[in-house]
C-alpha cells in the first residue's frame, strides 16, 4: 500500500528541532518502508532541505510553513494555511495519516485514500471536526476514553494505538550511572519544572549531597517552551542548589538523548497538563534507558506506570505536590537497589512500546481500515 504522513506545521522532518511525535513517526515510516510499503512524508520546509527529494526510500515533500506563535489563534491560522498547502501536495495514496488540526477537513478523498486522524493530544471537545475521518488512531486509553465520552457516535472508528519508540532507546550502550535527577521535555509551566525544583531543594541537603538536577529541553516558544521569562524564573527558583541543578538546554539527537538516560538513575515528569498530556513519551523513553520514572498523577501514564512496580506516580493536583513528589523521590535517592529493580520493571514494560510491535499494529490496522473494518 501507498502511505502518506502528514507532519504539522512546526516541525521539520528529519527532526532537528525535536519533536518526539515527529521522531515516532520517522521511525514507524522506516518500519512501514522495511515492510515493502510505499511511504511519503510532507512537512515543513526547513532550512537547505529540499521540497522533494526520496531518502533510504521515503518520499518526502515539503511545504513552506511558519514558527509557532505565543498566540493560539496565530497557530491555528498558520496550521490552516499549512494543511491547504500540504493537502495541495499530497500524492495519491491508500492511506493518509496525520495529527494536524484542520488536515481531515481539506484533505482530497481522491487523493488521500483513507483519512486516519492521530488523536495526540486530550481532545477538547473538536472530535465532531473529524467527520470525515475513517479511523481515529487514540495514543492512549486515556484519550481514547475521552474520545468516546465526548462524541459516543465516533466510538466504532476509535482505535487505541500507542506512539513507538525509536530502536535508539533500547541499544544505547550501557555506561555506569550517575547521581542524576534527570528532566526532559519543553520548559513550560504546564510541564511542572518549578514543582520539581522546589521538591529537590526540600530534600535533606545530605541526601542531595553529590546528586544533580539535570534539565534538559527547549525554552524557545517556537520550539514549544514559555520563552526567555520563564526560563528566568525557573533560574532564579534553583539559584540555591548553585552547580547541583544544570539546565542543558534542548537535545535533538536521538542517540544523545539515549545516553543523557542512560546515565541518569532516576527520570521525573511532573506534568500538570491535565487536558494537555495525551501519552508521555519521554517517561517512557527514559524506561528504554532503564531510568527509575516518576510521573504525575495523569491518566495518560495508565497504560505503562504501575505506581510501585514499574515506576512511581504523585498527587500533583494536592496543595502539597512538591512534598508528595519528594517522598518517591528521596526513596529512590536513598536505595541503588531501588532504582535498578524499578529501572529494570519499567525497561522491559517499555519494550512493549518499541517501533517493531507498534508498525506491526499500524499497518494490520490500515488493513483493517482499507478493508472497512
Same mark, same amino acid.
Given at each position: 500500500? !501507498? ?56 518520499? !518526502?515533500? @515539503? ?14 491560522? @498558520?496550521?490552516?494555511?499549512?494543511? &491547504? ?17 484542520? &488536515?481531515? *477537513? ?18 477538547? !471537545? ?6 470525515? %475521518? ?11 476514553? %475521552? ?19 525509536? #530502536? ?51 525554552? #524557545? ?6 520563552? %526567555? ?5 525557573? &533560574? ?21 538523548? %539515549? ?37 504525575? #498523577?495523569?491518566?495518560?501514564? #495508565? ?21 508528595? *513528589? ?5 526513596? *529512590? ?41
Amino acid at each position: 500500500m !501507498h502511505i502518506a504522513i502528514v507532519i504539522g506545521p512546526f516541525m521539520p522532518i528529519p527532526p532537528v528541532l525535536g519533536g518526539a511525535v515527529e521522531k515516532a513517526h520517522m521511525a514507524l515510516a522506516a518500519a512501514y518502508r522495511e515492510a515493502g510499503h510505499r511511504v511519503t512524508m510532507i512537512s515543513r520546509r526547513y532550512g537547505s532541505f529540499a521540497s522533494d527529494e526520496t531518502v533510504d526510500g521515503i518520499r !518526502h515533500i @515539503r511545504v513552506r510553513s511558519s514558527e509557532r506563535s505565543r498566540s493560539l489563534a496565530v497557530n491555528l491560522l @498558520r496550521g490552516l494555511v499549512y494543511s &491547504l498547502r500540504a493537502a495541495a501536495a499530497l500524492p495519491a495514496a491508500d492511506v493518509t495519516i496525520t495529527n494536524e488540526f484542520f &488536515l481531515p *477537513l481539506v484533505l482530497p478523498r481522491r487523493r488521500a485514500g483513507k483519512i486516519y486522524v492521530q488523536v495526540g493530544r486530550y481532545p477538547k !471537545h473538536q472530535m465532531f471536526l473529524y467527520f470525515r %475521518a475513517d479511523r481515529l488512531q487514540a495514543v492512549s486509553r486515556a484519550v481514547g476514553d %475521552a474520545i468516546v465520552g465526548q462524541a459516543p457516535w465516533l466510538k466504532r472508528r476509535v482505535r487505541v494505538i500507542p506512539y513507538a519508540l525509536g #530502536d535508539a532507546y533500547f541499544q544505547a550502550p550501557a555506561v555506569p550511572r550517575e547521581r542524576t535527577v534527570l528532566y526532559v521535555g519543553r520548559l513550560a509551566r504546564e510541564k511542572g519544572i518549578g514543582l520539581l525544583i522546589r521538591a529537590f531543594l526540600s530534600l535533606d541537603a545530605p541526601l542531595r549531597d553529590g546528586w544533580t538536577l539535570r534539565i534538559v529541553g527547549p525554552h #524557545d516558544i517556537a520550539q514549544g517552551g514559555d520563552g %526567555a521569562d520563564y526560563l528566568a524564573e525557573l &533560574l532564579r527558583l534553583a539559584a540555591p542548589l548553585g552547580g547541583c541543578c544544570k539546565f542543558v538546554g534542548p537535545i535533538f539527537d536521538e542517540a544523545a538523548l %539515549a545516553r543523557e538516560y542512560r546515565k541518569a538513575a532516576v527520570f521525573v515528569y511532573p506534568s500538570l497538563a491535565e487536558r494537555g498530556e495525551s501519552f508521555g513519551l519521554a517517561p517512557l523513553e527514559a524506561m528504554a534507558g532503564g531510568c527509575a520514572a516518576i510521573v504525575s #498523577d495523569q491518566r495518560c501514564f #495508565d497504560d505503562f506506570i504501575e505506581d510501585g512496580v514499574t515506576g512511581y506516580r504523585f498527587d500533583h493536583r494536592s496543595p502539597q505536590a512538591a512534598r508528595n *513528589l519528594a517522598a518517591p523521590l528521596a526513596r *529512590l535517592m536513598n536505595d541503588p537497589d531501588l532504582v535498578e529493580r524499578i529501572g529494570d520493571a519499567g525497561s522491559r514494560t517499555a519494550a512493549a512500546f518499541a517501533t517493531a510491535p507498534v508498525a506491526a499494529r499500524m499497518l494490520a490496522d490500515f488493513a483493517a481500515v482499507i478493508a472497512g473494518v
